[in-house]
């Protein structure tokens, strides 16, 4: 009976911290009711401690001379099982709008302490995991791309997101991914912020694709936004663009590669022109994504509602010798002359390598082996 008159009073005393703060319109000025709500988690009891999870985040501003308690408080509280939820939600909060050094060393104390005992703290783990998730999804209006990543394996490790998720849970995931890559903003060139934005978030997403989530939303902004500035892109991050295009391009659905395929071939013949190391990787790349694109849209080739450059007709021209045509070689049967003459016109030999390319994925192409593409994350330096 004693301890339950204690518990009591403690609570009530908690409440008058909590009254009088709220009605201060100088609320520095009450230092010592802030105090006591910190001193509470310390040696309190379980409904005082719970009364304190709520009141520490609500006047947690107005004492920037105390954030270390009040902070070191908050992940006292984490460790508490029925407090677990409460706290995290505030904790959640100063990643979301914190002051910066507040926000890292919740950051540091969340990867630490709290998603390495996610099992212990988070129960029921169902209902619980999807109260965490959205707070996560709260919190990544503005975060690094170190965060970023750092939250979504959190979350891929969840037991809703895992092996036996619905189709609709493995939306979710690549649903954030697209959020953070800013899908439905204009891409701009010059901003290297987006440019690794992008690239990160299109690599994060290659494992998600592979689980069955559409691919579609990052291919059709690459062929809307980004392949008609692919010239003025920085040459490393063309290569990462191209990797992580490459590595989506088994995910691709049949219409988003008939509208893709034509761009890419274009990428193709300006690719071939380039005589430096990196315009031969650029090719490769290139190749790798097309054979899973064209075996999802076989009638690119010889469809005439597409026109490619190398299938048009040629002219044929007149030689020195008044009144008498030029005769195609016979051993060619192609009519593309000699090749000399395929130099001078300019541009065959560009539309030959795109011709064998596409010949060969037409019969089935090589093996598809993946190259080295596939390996890293990419370069990007980590968005701020």
């Not at 008159?5 to 319109?25: C, F, H, P, S, T």
């Not at 902070?71 to 505030?90: G, K, N, P, Y």
């Not at 450059?309 to 070689?329: I, L, M, Y």
Request: charged share 25%; with cysteine.
């Amino acid at each position: 009976m004693g301890a339950v008159i204690g518990d009591a009073k403690e609570v009530e005393k908690l409440y008058e911290y909590g009254e009088r703060l709220n009605e201060a319109k100088d609320k520095a000025q009450h230092v010592s009711d802030y105090e006591g709500i910190l001193n509470a988690v310390k040696s309190g009891s379980t409904k005082a401690k719970q009364l304190a999870a709520q009141l520490i985040p609500r006047f947690f501003k107005f004492f920037p001379e105390l954030d270390k308690q009040a902070i070191s408080a908050q992940f006292d509280l984490v460790e508490e099982e029925e407090l677990a939820v409460t706290s995290l939600t505030a904790l959640f909060k100063h990643v979301e709008i914190g002051m910066e050094n507040i926000r890292e060393k919740v950051i540091a104390f969340l990867k630490e302490k709290v998603f390495p005992l996610k099992a212990e703290l988070l129960k029921p783990q169902v209902e619980m995991e999807r109260r965490v998730t959205d707070l996560v999804k709260k919190s990544l209006q503005d975060v690094t791309g170190a965060e970023f990543k750092m939250f979504v394996d959190f979350l891929k490790s969840f037991s809703i997101f895992g092996d036996n998720a619905p189709p609709e849970r493995i939306q979710e995931l690549i649903e954030i991914i697209e959020g953070q890559a800013d899908l439905d903003a204009q891409f701009n060139v010059s901003d290297v912020d987006h440019i690794d934005r992008m690239i990160s978030c299109m690599f994060m997403a290659l494992p998600i694709f592979v689980r069955g989530a559409s691919s579609s939303r990052f291919i059709n902004y690459f062929n809307k936004h980004i392949i008609p500035v692919f010239d003025k892109l920085p040459e490393e991050r063309k290569l990462d663009f191209l990797k992580s295009l490459a590595g989506s391009s088994p995910y691709a659905t049949a219409q988003d590669s008939r509208q893709l395929l034509p761009a890419i071939v274009q990428l193709l013949k300006k690719a071939e022109q380039q005589k430096a190391t990196n315009g031969l990787r650029v090719c490769n790349n290139i190749l790798i994504m097309t054979q899973p694109l064209h075996a999802k849209s076989p009638s690119f080739i010889g469809d005439n509602k597409i026109n490619p450059s190398w299938k048009e007709h040629r002219k044929v021209t007149p030689t020195a010798t008044a009144g008498v045509k030029r005769t195609v070689g016979p051993s060619s049967g192609t009519g593309l002359g000699s090749p000399a003459s395929k130099m001078a016109r300019g541009g065959g030999m560009q539309n030959q390598i795109v011709n064998r390319a596409l010949e060969g994925l037409s019969r089935g192409g090589r093996s598809s082996g993946r190259g080295r593409g596939f390996g890293g994350r990419g370069r990007g330096r980590g968005y701020r």
